[in-house]
């Protein structure tokens, strides 16, 4: 498994997938560094991206979503798909792999289709999660007010809110490690980074790419998500070809975090298919 994502380290929660994991990082100028060293830096599109090996077999790319960092999959924001895309094919190249499968989650959903959608000879499967290919306008408005929130009061201002979205009430009341984690790094997180990306993904159209993704494709929504990513997950389902689509219950936006081993067993499923 190759595992892609904009942070620290491997998400422990695909493991045992059976792959070879690899990190790539990018690393902002914005907010702080992460803390661990990994292997040297190659600059592209002015970001700094740092990539670290582990495991063996086929290769997984994983996208987090936006505000954490490696516990779950900070970001050079601007210039979502095109730029991340043309940092992932570098980085790919320089790493000498030609084939992986690619896995995102929201922000990092929107990564991972545009990506697919452009590279259909290096994506062998494609796994998103919790994602969208445009917001509706009442969510493009939100991440407007969002940023401003962010530039204005910081990103802990914003906590309460966002767990809210993130997680059942059930779970977050447990207030267990995921909750925390998520907790912790928001309140961590770059105001500005924070709200550059916000902004990128309330520009975001990836509607007309969904006939060119070519990949297996396997869509996960929380079954408790807002009806906005529900009907995103539906439409998704419809304009991929082939595309499945599955629902794990009970969870909201972080899905992969309240139901982990339900994920990690059906994705690894659905890899080794």
Request: charged fraction near 20%.
């Amino acid at each position: 498994m190759l595992s892609i994502g904009w942070a620290n380290d491997v998400p422990m929660i695909l493991k045992d997938v059976g792959c070879q994991r690899m990190l790539i990082r990018n690393l902002p100028k914005l907010g702080s560094l992460p803390p661990m060293v990994q292997t040297p830096v190659a600059s592209l599109d002015a970001a700094a991206i740092r990539v670290h090996r582990n495991g063996a077999g086929p290769t997984l790319v994983l996208l987090h979503c936006l505000g954490v960092d490696h516990g779950l999959w900070d970001i050079a924001a601007a210039g979502l798909e095109d730029s991340f895309t043309r940092q992932l094919t570098a980085v790919l190249a320089r790493e000498r792999v030609t084939r992986a499968h690619v896995a995102g989650i929201s922000l990092g959903g929107l990564v991972a289709q545009h990506f697919a959608a452009t590279n259909p000879g290096i994506v062998d499967r494609l796994v998103l999660i919790d994602t969208t290919p445009r917001y509706v306008d009442e969510a493009r408005q939100m991440w407007v007010q969002r940023a401003r929130a962010a530039r204005t009061a910081g990103v802990p201002s914003l906590i309460d809110g966002l767990l809210k979205i993130w997680f059942t009430d059930g779970f977050a009341a447990e207030n267990p490690p995921a909750v925390r984690y998520v907790r912790d790094r928001f309140a961590k997180a770059s105001g500005e980074g924070y709200a550059l990306a916000c902004e990128a993904l309330g520009a975001a159209d990836l509607r007309p790419l969904a006939a060119s993704i070519k990949a297996p494709t396997l869509i996960f929504c929380g079954k408790d998500e807002l009806p906005p990513f529900q009907d995103a997950a539906h439409w998704l389902h419809q304009n991929i070809k082939g595309a499945r689509l599955e629902w794990l219950s009970p969870a909201k936006h972080a899905s992969v975090l309240e139901q982990p081993q339900e994920f990690a067993a059906r994705t690894r499923a659905f890899l080794k298919s």
